[in-house]
């Protein structure tokens, strides 16, 4: 025998009433997490952009250094903020080449530029001194050959032989003595060599008047001599001072 459900159906079972509250579950599954920003790479792309510009112009001194250093700049920052890190070191890498070899290509310029001026003739010779020219009168030499009347003499050669005349002739002076006071006065050496080679002058006259000269003075003996031959005196000859002793009473 059955017995009936109180509810009906004829089950037992009891089913949960309209007002009672049900309990939901979460669905299950795979979420999607939320999506982070990308890092900032524009310091990167820029030691990127700047170290190859460099590496282009390091052959180009000055300018090719500048770039370079430029480049190693932002690569560093680029990597203290890191950001791309490929980027950066390519961009430093560039810069740091670039750099050393502008920095190389200035020296080797520098030094070719300084080789050719050392080795320019020109250069040599604007940097040597002038040759100094001494004070020192040299005597002339008693092998010189009297040119003839009849040659070709140059014109200061000609004005020489004027000026010794009036020196040896009208001064009374020694051979020494006129060449000396010839190229004191502006005559070249060799002129003043021809001068006294042809002026028609008397030399051992010229000591006895000047002999004559220095005894009238109180001058005698070997103070007179040394007077005539000295060469702070008048610069005659050894023979011409005793032949003007010997006559100093003609």
Known sequence: MTTESPLGGGSDERRPSADQPTTSYPATGTSTPPTRPGRPIGLAIAALVVGIVA???GLVPVVGTIVGLAAVVLGIIALLRHQSKVMAWIGLGL????TIVSIVVA???GAAIDSVQQDDPAVTATSEPAPVR???TPAPTASATPTSAAADVPADHSDALADAETIAN???SSKLETYAKLVAGGAS???A???VDTVDADWQANAVRKAKAYAAD?????????QLVSEYGEQFTAEEADYALAHLDD
């Open 55 to 57: 590496f282009l112009l």
């Open 95 to 98: 810069g740091a080449v670039a």
């Open 107 to 109: 020296v080797g310029l």
């Open 134 to 136: 001494t004070s020192s």
């Open 170 to 172: 009208g001064l009374g």
């Open 189 to 191: 050496e060799t002129a």
């Open 193 to 195: 060599q021809y001068a």
């Open 218 to 226: 109180g001058m005698t003996g070997d103070v007179l001599r040394n």
